[in-house]
DNA sequence: CCCTATGTTCCCAA
DNA sequence: CTTGGGAACATAGG
């Protein structure tokens, strides 16, 4: 599930644990990662996060990317011995960062600097309300899809697509072509609030989400309507219902989303 | 046992 | 070029 907060979170973390240190080893037990070779005695530079990429930046002008897709997992990790699922490890001194999926959809890739990745702009870095109208005009797309298209915009995927649409109270089967100037303002700002605060909390534990130490998130308790299906609306009172939308499961408020 | 569900994206056809 | 549907995979639940 991670999305752009629960990356983000990794993100952080690794910041505070692996900058300046060195690999020792590589170990790929997963053949469908590919081939992840050249790292060793390399030293971590940075850390960076794009939409729901992240990228241990290393000397030499060298990145490892990783997308953890559906169900990858990265955990810090200082015993011996592999956890289920571990599909890559990655060594160094003071311990060792593990690869974790379960579905096996997430992917590693090594690139050396120069072009950038295939993805829109990240709204914590850049959500303009004035390029979105533009680039909308020219879609047909209901507005949770168009949210949720990486190339458009990177880093919302189904819960928070869900939630932001709920926090600026828009139908999410809403053609983006009717939406106004104002109203993306509004998408914009409904955008940050929510992906906010569930940096703030840590990511959203739903499922199996845990953070590079293995703890769980906390935005679960702030849900708004993911996963409430039934249950009543915090902001009018109504009863939240669950559809399909392009085959993902869309959580809403049918009397104050309109 | 069978069918459906799950946080994502790629590939292909229309 | 854009969009919709199925596939990639593993596991849980009805």
């Known amino acids: 599930m991670p999305e752009l907060p629960e990356v983000e979170t990794l993100c952080r973390q690794l910041q505070k644990v692996i900058v300046g240190a060195e690999i020792s080893k590589t170990r790929t037990i997963d ?37 953890l897709r559906m169900t990858g997992r990265l955990l810090w990790h200082n015993g011996n011995g592999l956890l289920p699922h571990t599909r890559l490890v990655i060594s160094f001194s003071q311990g060792r960062l593990l690869l974790i999926d379960i579905r096996r959809f997430a992917t590693v890739t090594v690139r050396k600097q120069g072009n950038g990745l295939p993805l829109g702009k990240d ?3 850049d959500f303009s309300p004035a390029h979105l109208w533009d680039m909308a005009q020219y879609s047909t797309l209901p507005i949770k899809s168009f949210l949720m298209d990486q190339r458009r915009i990177a880093g919302i995927g189904n819960i928070y697509a869900c939630e932001i649409l709920h926090q600026a109270r828009m139908d999410p089967w809403r053609r983006v072509k009717s939406l106004s100037l104002e109203e993306w303002q509004g ?12 940096i703030a909390c840590r990511g959203t534990s739903v499922s199996n989400w845990r953070d590079l130490f293995g703890n769980k998130g906390g935005h ?5 309507v993911y996963a409430r299906e039934g249950a009543g609306c915090y902001t009018c ?9 392009s085959g993902r499961g869309t959580y809403f408020c049918p ?4």
């Open 187 to 198: 998408i914009g700002e409904a955008t940050r609030k929510v992906l906010k605060r569930a």
């Open 31 to 67: 053949p469908k990662l590919g081939t992840i070779k050249g790292l060793k005695g390399k030293q971590v530079n940075a850390i960076h996060r794009h939409g729901k990429a992240l990228a241990i930046e290393l000397e030499g002008n060298c990145s490892l990317w990783f997308h």
């Open 237 to 245: 009172g109504g009863t939240i219902k669950r559809q399909k939308l």
């Open 220 to 224: 679960q308790e702030h849900l708004l």
């Open 123 to 125: 709204p914590l870095v």
């Open 255 to 258: 009397s104050c989303q309109t």
